[in-house]
């Protein structure tokens, strides 16, 4: 049976890129929907109305939620499982005939994004292109893949036009990647530099995967690199945490807690050690283990630091589960 569930203010329903089969209507109150633009990368909000339903294309399609669903105010929601949607909705057509009123103007607006993505890449220049893969993983910390856009630059464009700042990044990235090797191996070595390059290409081809949503691909070669690569390399701790995080996109609760606490017993002290124990504490929460989960949430809360995103996403999964 359906069910009916208050949500306090600041919490949050779900997360962008979380997997779910609950299908959500809200029945008082108000939710924001976040997302992000396909084409300028800005942010999108989109108000949930009252008797609208939410959470439906991914619950169905049995992909991550595209978007952040927020309370905004005290709200009442009523949670559907796949089954009892299809349920509901197979005895009320005016159902029916909103979701496909909702998803044709979705799917073209998708269109015209799309549409005008493909005309900007005939005008993409290729070395800016390859740059900018660069900065941007640098943007976002994942040092191997922006080493690796970078070194892959350099070759190609030696007197290109961002090859004086490529090369200062470069060298950035390169002392990040090399502390976390250190941090792990105690002796700071990378192994044989044709293996690692030959790795380096498939760990950012996995990542590409998971870019894509090819989860399972992902998961197979992320595991293979980590096995590979080993603890004294550079893609190895890496790889495997990678590998777990594409268990709980494709939703394998278990596998997820499994994976996550035989690395944090073989690896104590490794880089990742907040994000594997939220992964662990969310997928307590997807099991509706919710002790288990707050208790991992807080220490991930109290471990955050500097990481204002993980310490976010853990106070608001926190939120969520004590407001049930």
């Known amino acids: 049976m359906p069910r009916a569930m208050t949500y306090k203010p600041g919490s949050v329903i779900y997360f ?16 924001m929907l976040t997302s992000e633009d396909i084409e300028t990368g800005e942010e999108i909000q989109e108000r949930v109305g009252v008797g609208e339903f939410f959470g439906v294309k991914s619950a ?24 009892e949607f299809e349920q509901y909705a197979a005895a009320n057509t005016r159902v ?16 015209t994004k799309v549409t005008n993505l493909l005309d900007q890449a005939e005008q993409v220049d290729p070395e800016l292109g390859l740059f900018r893969i660069g900065e941007y993983y640098h943007r ?23 090859s004086k700042q490529a090369r200062e990044l470069l060298s950035e990235v390169s002392s990040h990647a090399e502390r976390y090797s250190s941090e792990q191996t105690g002796s700071g070595g990378h192994g044989d530099t044709d293996e690692l390059s030959d790795l380096g290409k498939r760990y950012l081809k996995a990542v590409n995967q998971f870019g894509n949503g090819d989860y399972d691909a992902a998961f197979n070669l992320f595991r293979a690199v980590g096995q590979e690569s080993g603890e004294h390399g550079e893609y190895g701790l890496k790889s495997l945490y990678e590998a777990g995080r594409c268990l709980h996109v494709l939703g394998r609760h278990d596998e997820t807690i499994r994976h996550f606490t035989a690395l944090l017993q073989k690896y104590p002290k490794m880089e990742q050690l907040p994000w594997a124990l939220y992964f662990i504490g969310i997928s307590y929460k997807e099991k509706n283990e919710h002790d288990r989960a707050l208790s991992f949430l807080r220490k991930v809360q109290s471990m955050a630091g500097n990481d204002a995103d993980l310490r976010k996403k853990a106070s608001n999964a926190i939120n969520a589960l004590e407001s049930e």
Do not use: C, W
């Not at 997997?19 to 109150?29: A, E, Q």
């Not at 169905?60 to 709200?75: I, M």
């Not at 009442?76 to 499982?81: L, N």
């Not at 910390?141 to 070759?155: D, T, V, W």
């Open 16 to 31: 962008r890129g979380d997997v779910g089969d609950k299908i959500y209507v809200l029945k008082n109150g108000r939710v």
């Open 60 to 83: 169905f399609g049995k992909y991550p939620r595209e978007e952040n669903a927020q309370v905004l105010s005290p709200s009442d929601v009523i949670i559907f499982s796949v089954y």
């Open 96 to 111: 029916v005939l909103k979701m496909l009123k909702v998803f044709s103007t979705q799917l073209r607006r998708i269109h």
């Open 140 to 162: 976002r910390r994942q040092y191997s893949q922006a080493k690796y856009a970078l070194e892959r630059y350099l070759a190609i464009y030696p007197n290109g036009r961002s």
